[in-house]
């Protein structure tokens, strides 16, 4: 028992499927982690280079030019205008500030969380540290009827989904951003698959985010959207992302990150904000995703499993309608590793989660197996 009384790290459990998947003549094709497989884009990496005489302490609430570069990405990728330097945030990673967020917002023993039935299990550990407790918050009906003690201080919404792919439309995020005012809940929207969206007419756009207009109203008080470059960019060896949205909460946030020295190094940030600046790279692997999505997609299909959802993000959301620890069996018998539904909650034990993080050629011999 660790001293926060946390469960036992997921992943660990997949070790002997692994094994087994390694075993194979042709080697594993791990499609278990959603972890980037291509170059970190030359232009990210010189202007990593070039910040890397920091001597001095970087700032935790971001260069001037990394928050304007944030600020300018919103209006440019997200539609969202009007965002000032006071409503945003560099992060040293995005699941460091998901796991983190409730005990930033000072949430505390008694206090309850809000999270997707479907779920990065993030938010229910961020829930752990600060004390609190979880609760599945699928539909705002499924809530039942508040009370004081139940009535979530925060709420996760997580669109474009992991695992799941689902996105979440502008009716339904303004159904939620009314509701959760009208409650006093603060929403956080974990959206950094946004610039992963497979839909048709879609491909190249982002998903709604909460901070958008129509969404929101024009106002940003009780929000949070939370992105990672991680994905777009093949930045996860970084730590780069952030968060943005109401200047209030995000001043509280930021108060309690300098006295605990929560601070991205100064040549990410530097590196960051070349990178929002620049589009051509994420097209570029984005189209790199469609590709193998497509691969993916059909092979998988013919196997027998049906895909449910996966509109958009880097994962196919697959079942074959058993026990998912069968399906991962099953596929680790020909190599392949994908991640057990049960990871993310009783509502996914009958899926599994197969990412398309992996080179061409390995997509190519998993298509081969299936």
């Known amino acids: 028992m660790t001293p926060l009384d946390l469960p036992d790290f997921p992943w660990d459990s997949l070790a002997p499927f692994k094994a087994r998947a390694v075993a194979h003549p042709d080697g594993i094709v791990d499609l278990s982690v959603g ?13 990593l280079a070039d910040a890397a ?17 944030i600020c300018e990405w919103f209006a440019r990728r997200r539609g969202v205008p009007g965002l000032g330097p006071d409503a945003v945030l560099p992060t040293v990673g995005s699941k460091e500030l998901v796991a983190w967020l409730p005990t930033l917002l000072g949430l505390r023993t008694g206090d309850v969380v809000g999270v997707p039935a479907v779920a990065y299990p993030t938010y229910d550990i ?13 539909s705002l009906t499924g809530l039942g009827p508040l009370t004081r003690a139940t009535t979530p201080k925060l709420l996760w919404l997580n669109s474009p989904g992991n695992p799941n792919g689902q996105v979440l439309g502008t009716a339904h995020l303004r159904k939620v951003v009314e509701w959760a005012r009208e409650h006093g809940v603060v929403v956080a929207s ?54 943005a949205g109401d200047p209030a909460l995000v001043g509280a946030i930021l108060e309690v990150r300098k006295h605990a020295g929560m601070i991205m190094p100064t040549p990410v940030q530097h590196a960051m904000a070349v990178a929002l600046r620049d589009d051509t790279h994420v097209e570029r692997q984005r189209a790199a995703y469609a590709r193998r999505r497509e691969l993916l997609t059909a092979a998988v299909t013919r196997a027998g499993l049906r895909i449910d959802h996966s509109e958009a993000g ?17 596929l680790a018998e020909r190599g392949i590793l994908v991640a057990p539904g049960s990871f993310y909650g009783v509502a996914g034990e009958r899926h599994v989660r197969i990412a398309l993080t992996a080179t061409d050629e390995r997509i190519a011999a998993a298509c081969a197996r299936l």
């Open 314 to 330: 880097l994962y196919l959301w697959a079942t074959r309608e058993e026990d998912c620890w069968t399906t991962v069996s099953a």
């Open 53 to 69: 005489d920091a001597h001095g302490y970087p700032l935790t609430v971001g260069t001037p030019d990394v928050r304007a570069a």
């Open 126 to 138: 961020g829930a752990r540290i600060a004390g609190a407790s979880s609760i599945v918050a699928q």
């Open 35 to 47: 972890t980037p497989v291509d170059p970190t884009p030359e232009i990210v990496q010189r202007a």
């Open 190 to 243: 974990d959206e950094c698959y946004a610039e992963l969206d497979w839909r048709e007419g879609q491909v190249g756009t982002a998903t709604p985010s909460i901070l958008h207009p129509d969404v929101c109203g024009g106002s940003h008080d009780g929000l949070l959207a939370v992105y990672s470059l991680s994905k777009q960019s093949n930045l996860a060896g970084y730590r780069a992302a952030f968060v």
